[in-house]
């Protein structure tokens, strides 16, 4: 099973794709798991797939059941040129090495730094644009094992 973890106010704070990656990602998990700082919500396996792709948003209901919607054309991100996307990984990686060096040894922090050695030997020049599709959906598709950003915690 998977999990997506909210606040208080039921906006998403981070989705693991198993409780030991949410140990890893979150010292201190249990604060969710018993409701102190939010809330710590089951999602099916498929369910959670289908979120790494980024096409889709996962909004949390009232009564903590998720819905996964398409997103809306503002929530779209724009790759229409190499500029744009080498933009984006750029800001991937940022983040990745930020949230790498305050992570202990664990599965989790390898497939953090497999991830960024994955963007850093992507050749974005070898890609058609505009390109049409998510970074990650076109990573999933070429066979690769992909972090949704909410997993990058």
């Known amino acids: 099973m998977a999990y997506i973890v909210t606040n208080r106010e039921k906006n998403i704070t981070f989705i693991s794709k198993d409780l030991e990656q949410a140990k890893a990602q979150y010292n201190g998990i249990e ?19 289908t979120l790494l792709s980024n096409e889709k948003i996962a909004v949390v209901n009232s009564d903590l059941s998720v819905t996964l919607r398409d997103r809306a054309d503002g929530e779209i991100l724009d ?3 190499k500029e744009k996307l080498d933009k984006y990984i750029s800001s991937l990686k940022e983040r990745i090495s930020d949230v790498l060096q305050n992570k202990e040894e664990s599965t989790f922090k390898n497939e953090l730094s497999a991830y960024k050695t994955l963007l850093e030997n ?5 890609i058609t644009y505009p390109f049409n599709t998510t970074l ?14 909410l997993q990058i915690t």
């Open 31 to 49: 604060i969710y798991q018993n409701g102190l700082a939010g809330h710590f919500i089951t999602i099916s396996d498929a369910d959670f797939n």
């Open 79 to 81: 790759f229409s040129s």
């Open 122 to 126: 992507l050749d974005t020049s070898s």
């Open 136 to 149: 990650e959906k076109y990573l999933i598709d070429q066979g690769n094992t992909v972090l949704h950003t």
